[in-house]
């Protein structure tokens, strides 16, 4: 099965993933994770994986800007979470509208 950006390469390494978190968030775009376990070509709807902040700041209560290795940990956490699901990483772009980058970040673990 063949979904979004870079199926046609081998598996990315966590370090491949991270850098395209990475450059996702250096163009100020809107990080999101989503997970399903039967995903088809027509399944628009995946559910989504919350991404909470990596940490608030006590003396404004607000929360600090998202970061690469947090949000590849949280990527991890939502396959550790859903074996036997297809985890991508999507980011929006808010001015337009539209979805700027999608991959498969893990495919299903066979077996079990």
Not at 43 to 50: G, T, V
Not at 86 to 102: D, I, K, Q, W
Request: charged content about 15%; glycine content about 2%.
């Amino acid at each position: 099965m063949r979904f979004e950006t870079f199926t046609f390469l081998p598996p990315l390494s966590p370090q491949q993933i991270e850098a395209q978190v990475l450059g996702s968030l250096q163009r100020h775009l809107v990080p999101a994770i989503e997970f399903a376990e039967n995903p088809n070509t027509a399944d628009f709807y995946w559910r989504q994986w919350p991404i909470p902040p990596a940490r608030v700041n006590s003396t404004t209560n607000r929360a600090e800007p998202l970061t690469a290795g947090h949000i590849a940990a949280q990527l991890e956490a939502c396959a550790r979470r859903h074996p036997f699901a297809y985890v991508r990483f999507t980011a929006y772009n808010p001015l337009t509208r539209h979805t700027e980058t999608c991959f498969i970040t893990r495919t299903p673990q066979e077996g079990n």
